[in-house]
């Protein structure tokens, strides 16, 4: 009988073991399983993260294409648009303060002004400074604006040279 107790003790002891045994490689093998889980739905919500980034510099990008487009498209624009500023200066800069221009009319390489002068001497200067100015040549004005003496309304036209206009 004292055998049989041991061995009965021996048995009891062996399946506690392995009991605790198996209990510990469950939770082992359960910790191994929540890790693989955790780290898939990490691994999908990274790539939906990606998702969202790629589309958004795709969104940009888009953007910054089309607008280099449109910058290109006015930057076209504008260099084969003609730029008078440079001769508009130049005509003011020898315009007096009794002269007041109303009307300025660019036809290709001609120029018509017109306006109100106080005398008619104010005109006549302005003529003679325009027909110095290099830029300007074929500097008209014709006889009806310089009948008045006074407060007179005038009208003048000339040609810029191609030279002037490329100074800018």
Known sequence: M????VTFRLVIQTIAFFAILCFFLLTLIAILWGMHLQ???????????????????????????????????????????????????????????????????????????????SQREDILYLEDALKEDTCFFDVEVPLESLV?????SYTMTFLFTEDCYKEM
């Open 2 to 5: 004292r055998l049989q107790k």
């Open 148 to 152: 008045q003496k006074e407060n007179v």
């Open 39 to 117: 780290k898939e739905t990490l691994a999908v919500r990274e790539e939906e993260g990606n998702k969202v980034s790629y589309e958004k510099l795709r969104e940009y990008d888009n953007l910054f294409t089309k607008t280099n487009r449109n910058v290109a498209l006015y930057t076209n624009m504008l260099e084969k648009q003609d730029h008078y500023t440079h001769i508009l200066d130049k005509v003011a800069s020898h315009r007096s303060e009794k002269i007041f221009i109303d009307k300025i009319v660019f036809s290709g390489k001609n120029i018509e002004l017109s306006g109100r002068a």
